[in-house]
């Protein structure tokens, strides 16, 4: 069965910094892409970054090119999201999701197994 544990995240200021991390088990890591998406309050989900099986290729939504950084470490099946100058625009909850190729919408929490999310709140 897949797991994914999402971590970190927490409140900060407009243009703080917040990092989050995601342990995936019960499915191959290193064959898979790994993203995050996020749910910011009554909308729906947006994909946020995607990086490829190899860490080689990184994909971006526009808003987050030059301010987030996508990367993993497959020895330990984990993901991780750098969130630099976050605006107030960026809180969220964001999960981690696997799949097999790049997936930039379409997103469903009612489709596979997904994390607990973790909360990203940006407020001054």
């Known amino acids: 069965q897949v797991q994914l544990v999402e971590s970190g995240g927490g409140s900060v200021q407009p243009g703080g910094s917040l990092s989050l991390s995601c342990v995936g088990s019960?499915?191959?890591?290193?064959?898979?892409?790994m993203s995050w998406i996020r749910q910011r309050p009554n909308k729906p989900l947006e994909w946020v970054a995607t990086?490829?099986?190899?860490?080689?290729?990184?994909y971006y939504v526009d808003s987050a090119k030059g301010r987030f950084t996508i990367s993993r470490d497959n020895a330990k099946t984990t993901l991780y999201l750098q969130m630099n100058n976050l605006r107030s625009e960026d809180t969220a909850k964001y999960y981690c999701?696997?799949?097999?190729?790049?997936?930039?919408?379409?997103?469903?929490?009612?489709?596979?197994?997904w994390g607990q999310g973790a909360q990203v709140t940006v407020s001054s």
């Open positions: 999701k696997e799949s097999s190729g790049l997936q930039t919408k379409g997103w469903d929490k009612r489709l596979g197994d």
């Open positions: 019960g499915f191959t890591f290193n064959r898979v892409h």
């Open positions: 990086i490829a099986e190899d860490g080689q290729a990184t």
